[in-house]
């Protein structure tokens, strides 16, 4: 639900154009928040070990790995459950959607950040 009673839809309808603005906001909150865009962007590659996952994305905190991420449905999180201690994490078959998204936002950021640099000379 957007907040605004006369733009929400029922689901598993496509929203129409009026409805647009409010879903796109939607999605680009859901992105942004709790640094979720960078694991979801290296996890867009395959299944990464906690530890790994702790390194490559510096900015995350164990907290929102372990407790925040899995409430989402678009990164699961398995424990192996074998001698040594293995937990990974990976998209969900819902957070594989969100690759080719990701990947355009990549390319847009790194478009855009070259452009603000040629902008600054």
Do not use: Y
């Given at each position: ?25 939607k ?15 290296r ?79």
């Amino acid at each position: 639900m957007c907040g605004n009673p006369r733009l929400n839809f029922q689901v598993g309808t496509f929203p129409s154009q009026n409805e647009l603005p409010c879903q796109v906001q939607k999605a680009v909150d859901e992105i942004s928040g709790q640094c979720t865009a960078g694991i979801w962007f290296r996890l867009r590659l395959g299944t990464a070990l906690f530890a790994d996952l702790m390194r490559q994305v510096l900015w995350i905190s164990e907290r929102v790995l372990m407790r925040h991420l899995p409430r989402w449905a678009v990164v699961q999180r398995t424990d192996h459950g074998s001698g040594l201690p293995r937990v990974d994490h990976g998209l969900t078959d819902h957070g594989i959607t969100l690759r080719p998204l990701l990947t355009e936002i990549g390319l847009w950021g790194t478009l855009h950040l070259n452009r603000h640099a040629k902008l600054q000379k």
